[in-house]
């Protein structure tokens, strides 16, 4: 039994900031890496940041240079930084694991991201 549980999502408007969250509980043993998802209404999830244990981070093309995925003092935790967001940024994010696997392989719920005037 694993749960993620993401917080920090809203509305905020274009060139604004959030910062996303995720704690990962419940049987977790190995934590291999955490990462941010996101979906549009219409589109594909597709990974937009991540972190592997050992500290290494990846972005997606769309959002290099603008968000920064952190780990938190606990290992079984991340936070999403989201700088000068635009209104295609607008989607639920969802917090993923990749645990006792090289993939993800857990996801949130997820939280909605809106930007929007």
């Known amino acids: 039994q694993v749960q993620l549980v993401e917080s920090g999502g809203g509305l905020v408007q274009p060139g604004g900031s959030l910062r996303l969250s995720c704690a990962a509980s419940?049987?977790?043993?190995?934590?291999?890496?955490m990462g941010w998802y996101r979906q549009a209404p219409g589109k594909q999830r597709e990974l937009v940041a991540g972190?592997?244990?050992?500290?290494?981070?990846n972005y997606a093309d769309s959002v290099k240079g603008r968000f920064t995925i952190s780990a938190g003092n606990t290992k079984n935790t991340v936070s999403l930084q989201m700088n000068s967001l635009k209104p295609e940024d607008t989607a639920v994010y969802y917090c993923?694991?990749?645990?006792?696997?090289?993939?993800?392989?857990?996801w949130g719920q997820g939280t909605q991201v809106t930007v929007s005037s």
């Open positions: 993923s694991a990749a645990i006792r696997s090289r993939l993800y392989n857990y």
């Open positions: 419940g049987s977790i043993s190995n934590i291999n890496a």
């Open positions: 972190i592997t244990s050992g500290g290494s981070t």
